[in-house]
Nanobody, 124 residues
Framework: QVQLVESGGGLVQAGGSLKLSCPASGRTFSLYVTAWFRQAPGQEREFVAAISWRSETTYYRDSMKGRFTISRENAKNTMYLQMNSLKPEDTAVYYC?????????????????WGQGTQVTVSS
């Protein structure tokens, strides 16, 4: 069973950058589709980006295109989210997620593995 643990969150000024990491335990990490979601206070958890298990396909929420980059290194069992040009509305808890279905899905219900989340706060 793969377990996910996010890191790299913090406080940053608007226009700044952060890089989130999601190292995973378990030998079969490379077989999972992995994704980032985020949840702001009082809001639903929303899709940010997903990446296929060999990194040949990535998929982004429209509002993140050009600002966020998802990547992964299977040799290190780690997924990343590089976030640039951050805005106050990007403030949220960011979660990594994984599934074995092979589907780069936007729906949170398609993912059966989740990390505990890391807080990202963007000040204006």
């Amino acid at each position: 069973q793969v377990q996910l643990v996010e890191s790299g969150g913090g406080l940053v000024q608007a226009g700044g950058s952060l890089k989130l990491s999601c190292p995973a335990s378990g030998r079969t990490f490379s077989l999972y589709v992995t994704a980032w979601f985020r949840q702001a206070p009082g809001q639903e958890r929303e899709f940010v980006a997903a990446i296929s298990w060999r990194s040949e396909t990535t998929y982004y929420r429209d509002s993140m295109k050009g600002r966020f980059t998802i990547s992964r290194e299977n040799a290190k069992n780690t997924m990343y989210l590089q976030m640039n040009s951050l805005k106050p509305e990007d403030t949220a808890v960011y979660y990594c997620a994984a599934n074995r279905s092979g589907i780069l899905a936007e729906s949170k219900y398609e993912y059966n593995l989740w990390g505990q989340g890391t807080q990202v706060t963007v000040s204006s």
